[in-house]
């Protein structure tokens, strides 16, 4: 299992990133994330209402200025503005997702040009997606590999939403 400091390390955030966390749960990881991006945003976006009160217990409470929680299907419209994050992140959350390429067009959408977006998978999840198959999902949805950090059984990827869609699919 991956730690939140050791993931938010990965994520290339700065103080001002606003951030898309797809599956909180119970916000293993989202007090560290909120932490990184004082000055930005981190919305939590999970289907379960109950997964976001467990999360917001995280914050003691009361989920800071800067944070925000939303109950959605990620597998539906998202209620955000094109263009409106810097960096999605999922925790082994895409494997349960029964619709993955909807989702991704979703994300894509929302993701700024030049944004990124982060997949953390690892066993012993029943879901895992083996980075291989990651890899087609991901190039098909649009996106661009940066890089994986970690062995097959528990890395985390990043990819890109291109400047151009027309000049990654030139390539
Ligand atoms: C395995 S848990 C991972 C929780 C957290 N990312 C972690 O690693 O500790 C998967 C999370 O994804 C959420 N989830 C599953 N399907 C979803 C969907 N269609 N839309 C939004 N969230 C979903 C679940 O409610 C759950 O909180």
């Not at 797809?22 to 919305?43: D, I, N």
């Not at 979703?106 to 953390?120: D, E, K, N, Q, T």
Request: proline share 9%; aromatic share 8%; glycine share 10%.
């Amino acid at each position: 299992m991956i730690t939140p400091a050791a993931l938010a390390d990965r994520l290339r955030l700065n103080s001002t990133s606003r951030v898309l966390e797809v599956g909180p749960g119970s916000g293993y990881f989202s007090l560290e994330l909120a932490r990184r991006v004082p000055e930005g945003r981190l919305q939590l976006l999970d289907l379960q209402p109950e997964m976001l009160a467990q999360a917001a217990q995280k914050f003691g409470g009361q989920l800071p200025g800067h944070v925000q929680s939303i109950a959605a299907d990620a597998c539906g419209p998202l209620p955000f503005d094109d263009a409106s994050f810097d960096v999605v992140v999922l925790v082994t959350v895409l494997g349960e997702l029964p619709c993955p390429k909807d989702g991704l067009a979703s994300f894509y959408r929302v993701l700024r040009p030049g944004g990124m977006i982060a997949v953390h998978e690892q066993l012993p999840d029943p879901d895992i997606i083996w980075p291989a198959r990651l890899g087609h999902l991901m190039t098909g949805a649009g996106f661009r590999p940066l890089g994986r950090q970690g062995p097959k059984w528990n890395y985390t990827a990043l990819f890109e939403k291109p400047v151009s869609r027309g000049a990654e699919q030139s390539r």
